[in-house]
Every structure is written in structure tokens, then in C-alpha cells.
Nanobody
């Protein structure tokens, strides 16, 4: 089993920054894909950013240039640095990892961008 613990969400003003963290634990030899998704009220869950074990990344067009995903393989942790936040970034952010072809999800952390 794989457990994911997210942290770093909260309330921030437009233009502000937040850094999300997600630590994985359990019987893990290696993690292939690590990523962040988000779900706003009334909308479907969508990709924010993913990073592969080799370091290649993919971002949603809506966050390109404002967000940076990174990972620390030794700590089994993935980060999402979000800058220049907009009200439309308000959502529950979910961490996801893929281990041996199985996707695991965190419980989510709320990010609210509001003045």
C-alpha cells in the first residue's frame, strides 16, 4: 500500500504564492509518475502538472509559466510551487503517484485564491 500526505494549501491573495508538498510512504521501491491535479466546485478533476522519474515534466496550459513541479526521490516527495495565483486557481489540489502501474491519490488540500 501507498499512502500520500499533502500539505501547503491555504488562503492566499491574488498574485500570491503557495508551495504544495506531497510525501509518499509505504512499500515503495520506486515511483514512476508523480503529479498534481485539481478539482474546482462543479468541475471535473484536471491535470495541473506531472513529473516522471527521469525529471521530464508536463503542465496544463493554464499554469505554464506560473507553476513548477519538482520531486525529491530520496524523500519520495513531490512539490508544486505556484506563483502569480489567480482566483480561478481556487480548487482542491490532489497529489497522485503511479507505482508499478497503479495510481494512488491523496485526500486533497484546499487552495483558495481570494482578496
Amino acid at each position: 500500500q501507498v499512502q500520500l500526505v499533502e500539505s501547503g494549501g491555504g488562503l492566499v491573495q491574488p498574485g500570491g504564492s503557495l508551495r504544495l508538498s506531497c510525501a509518499a510512504s509505504g512499500s515503495i521501491f520506486s515511483i514512476n509518475i508523480m503529479g498534481w491535479y485539481r478539482q474546482a466546485p462543479g468541475k471535473q478533476r484536471e491535470l495541473v502538472a506531472v513529473i516522471a522519474s527521469g525529471g521530464s515534466t508536463n503542465y496544463a496550459d493554464s499554469v505554464k509559466g506560473r507553476c513548477t513541479i519538482s520531486r525529491d526521490n530520496a524523500k519520495k516527495t513531490v512539490y508544486l510551487q505556484m506563483n502569480s495565483l489567480k482566483p480561478e486557481d481556487t480548487a482542491v489540489y490532489y497529489c497522485s503517484v503511479t507505482v508499478l502501474g497503479v495510481d494512488y491519490w491523496g485526500q486533497g488540500t484546499q487552495v483558495t485564491v481570494s482578496s
